[in-house]
């Protein structure tokens, strides 16, 4: 994990985190604050009575990986089940919707690559109040594009943390895959080829963080099985998929984020820019 303490969350569940530390019996406790105050006839100084302060959401983290310790995966060397994954890179976060309800949250997608060369794809699903101050919305993230049909299968995966379905994607590899596909493409109009390497053109979508640091409970832990998938474009070499939900995501500055919303109003100033003159 990222060793600096400087940073910013760009996402944090504290729903989550309480229930991570209660049910693993994490002490968390807080932090002595000391002050200094003038000695008697103005001759040095003494240390003043002590206040206890909150920890941080850093202290806090920090004390949480401690104690999960091992069970947080992220090499992704050892087989599957992983109950906690975490990891440093690219996050893409977009908006989870579907259906007569449409939003149902927020999706983040990472992509990673285990020592061993396997290609892992993790799809994790939390709440668009999570990113603190509203960093990101909802409205930044046009409603336009394809959806699964999958979507109420993969709801019900989340709802239940893994632990129910009862669609037609009865196998936790196809519920997988109908997980990651919908990371890949929900918001998607014609083909594949026409977002390559743009995601911002695709409905739904809302950023991109580069070097994140990233901490998530996990619900499903699949390898595909050889031969059984014929996948194409970027869905191609998809082997081990990770369905779960954040904890946080921890970006090194607030100019690592970068938000969709702004690149598509730039490009439409440029497109009206290039319009020719109406009489």
């Not at 409603?143 to 709802?159: F, Q, T």
Request: net charge positive; glycine share 10%.
């Amino acid at each position: 994990m990222c060793s600096s303490d400087a940073g910013s969350y760009l996402y944090w569940s504290e729903r989550r985190v309480a229930e991570i530390v209660s049910g693993n019996g994490i002490r968390m406790g807080d932090r002595l604050n000391w002050t200094l105050k003038a000695a008697p006839q103005g001759i040095g100084a003494e240390v003043g009575n002590r206040d206890r302060a909150d920890l941080t959401r850093r202290e806090r983290a920090l004390k949480i990986e401690k104690a999960i310790g091992a069970q947080a995966v992220s090499n992704f060397d050892l087989p599957p089940r992983a109950r906690f994954a975490k990891g440093v890179g690219r996050v893409n976060i977009a908006r989870f919707v579907g259906g007569p309800e449409r939003d149902k949250g927020a999706m983040i997608h990472i992509r990673t690559i285990s020592s061993r060369r396997q290609r892992v794809d993790l799809v994790l699903f939390g709440s668009m109040d999570n990113f603190p101050g509203r960093t990101l919305r909802s409205a930044d993230a046009p409603e336009a594009g394809w959806y699964s049909s999958a979507w109420h299968a993969i709801a019900e995966l989340v709802d239940s943390r893994g632990t129910r379905n009862t669609s037609q994607w009865d196998d936790p590899e196809s519920l997988s895959v109908e997980v990651l596909n919908l990371a890949l493409h929900q918001g998607s109009t014609g083909t594949e080829g026409d977002h390559a390497g743009r995601p911002w053109t695709r409905g739904y979508t809302l950023a991109h963080a580069d070097d994140s640091e990233w901490f998530a409970q996990i619900y499903t832990d699949v390898v595909l099985t050889e031969g059984r998938w014929n996948h194409r474009g970027d869905m191609s070499g998809a082997q081990r998929i990770l369905v779960g939900a954040p904890l946080w995501l921890r970006t090194a500055t607030p100019a690592s984020v970068v938000r969709y919303a702004e690149m598509r109003h730039r490009a439409a100033t440029a497109r009206r820019r290039r319009m020719p003159f109406m009489r």
